[in-house]
């Protein structure tokens, strides 16, 4: 078995590598001139480096040929320009199935992830089921979705497509924000906007992954990928605050107030042309109720479930986060 992963020097894509070369499986990544290699950098000299992108079809073609297995993790969660979320997630999907479709018979499987955002906001009294009909509210969900379709009409490779919702844990940038916050002694509390969701520790999120990877009963499959704790915002600070040993005063942040915020520092990143964490796309997808998900049809269907407890969770990110400086 070797697995072609796409994304490994990202957050999640990282966990993947880590948890496939835990398995003593042989690997070989896909890795731009201008990646950062700094989480993977234990891992260099154990796996196969190929040089390209999804951009890049000839590139897919030749890391595709020889490998049994792929993930396809690369992707945008932020860009400078909306069209940027649709060449990266959608085109790169397809070059990525049209590459693997060339070496069909020899691939026995691709997993493909993709997101929560892909299909639609819920509240957690009525989460989000697979069967739902989308109803993505950001351009990136919008993306997400159009790469899902790009798998389940083009790929003649066996697959499993994977909805994560939002993944917190060690390297990730995203929601070292709300720590640090909280660390300032702020816990947020968003009105007339969000109140409940669906969170996935990336080390589960990687072991969910490479189970779907050869299980047969995820072959063509979409599942949503989560833990079965369903958080609330103010919840998360809590526990966060509670292992930081800080006390804290609530951050009142009337979600419709917070539009101009998001347009103003979109406009400063996109004239410095860098992506932007807070954006309109943010703003849309803050002002819904909740991001929930139902992920018993993984449970049912493969036997994963995403077991680490939040407040394990929280506590390898804190310890990661001090260790490498960044809280
Ligand atoms: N983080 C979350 O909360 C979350 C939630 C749901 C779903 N997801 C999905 O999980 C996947 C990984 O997200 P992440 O949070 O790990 O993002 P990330 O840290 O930004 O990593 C993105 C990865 O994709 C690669 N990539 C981007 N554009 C590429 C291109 N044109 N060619 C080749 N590689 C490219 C990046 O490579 P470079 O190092 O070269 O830039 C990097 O390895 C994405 O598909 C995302 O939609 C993430």
């Known amino acids: 078995m070797k697995v072609l992963l796409t994304g490994a020097t990202g957050f999640v894509g990282s966990h993947i590598l880590d948890n496939l070369r835990a398995r003593g499986l042989e690997v070989r990544v896909l890795l731009r001139k201008t990646?950062?290699?700094?989480?993977?950098?234990?891992?260099?000299?154990?796996?196969?480096?190929y040089e390209g992108g999804i951009g890049d079809p000839a590139s897919l073609g030749a890391a595709m040929a020889g490998v049994t297995h792929v993930i396809h993790c690369a992707g945008a969660t932020r860009a400078t320009r909306d069209a940027e979320f649709y060449e990266i997630n959608q085109h790169g999907t397809r070059n990525v199935i049209e590459a693997a479709n060339c070496h069909r018979g020899k691939i026995s499987r691709i997993v493909h992830i993709s997101s929560l955002a892909a299909s639609h906001p819920a509240p957690a009294a009525a989460p989000a089921r697979e069967e739902d009909a989308p109803v993505s509210v950001s351009e990136y969900g919008k993306s997400k979705l159009a790469a899902e379709k790009e798998v389940l009409e083009r790929c003649q490779v066996p697959f499993t497509i994977l909805r994560p919702p939002a993944v917190y844990g060690p390297r990730d940038d995203g929601f070292l924000a709300l720590f640090q916050t909280v660390r300032r002694h702020f816990v947020p509390r968003f009105s007339g906007g969000i109140e409940s969701l669906s969170m996935i520790f990336v080390k589960d999120l990687a072991e969910g992954t490479v189970t779907c990877l050869t299980h047969p009963a995820a072959e063509?499959?979409?599942?949503?990928?989560?833990?079965?704790?369903?958080?609330?915002?103010?919840?998360?600070?809590?526990?966060?605050?509670r292992q930081l040993n800080v006390w804290t005063l609530p951050l009142w942040l009337p979600v419709p107030a917070l539009w101009p915020v998001c347009a103003m520092?979109?406009?400063?990143?996109?004239?410095?042309?860098?992506?932007?964490?807070?954006?309109?796309?943010?703003?849309?997808e803050l002002r819904v109720p909740g991001w929930v998900c139902d992920a018993t049809r993984l449970r049912?269907?493969?036997?994963?479930?995403?077991?680490?407890?939040?407040?394990?969770?929280?506590?390898?990110?804190?310890?990661?986060?001090?260790?490498?400086?960044?809280?």
């Open 35 to 49: 990646s950062n290699r700094r989480f993977i950098e234990p891992h260099l000299s154990h796996v196969e480096l």
């Open 220 to 241: 063509g499959r979409t599942y949503f990928v989560a833990s079965p704790e369903v958080v609330t915002v103010r919840g998360f600070c809590k526990e966060i605050a």
């Open 265 to 284: 520092t979109e406009l400063v990143c996109r004239l410095m042309e860098k992506p932007s964490l807070l954006n309109r796309q943010k703003y849309g």
């Open 300 to 327: 049912n269907e493969v036997g994963f479930v995403a077991s680490t407890p939040q407040s394990d969770g929280i506590r390898q990110t804190i310890a990661w986060y001090r260790e490498n400086g960044w809280l």
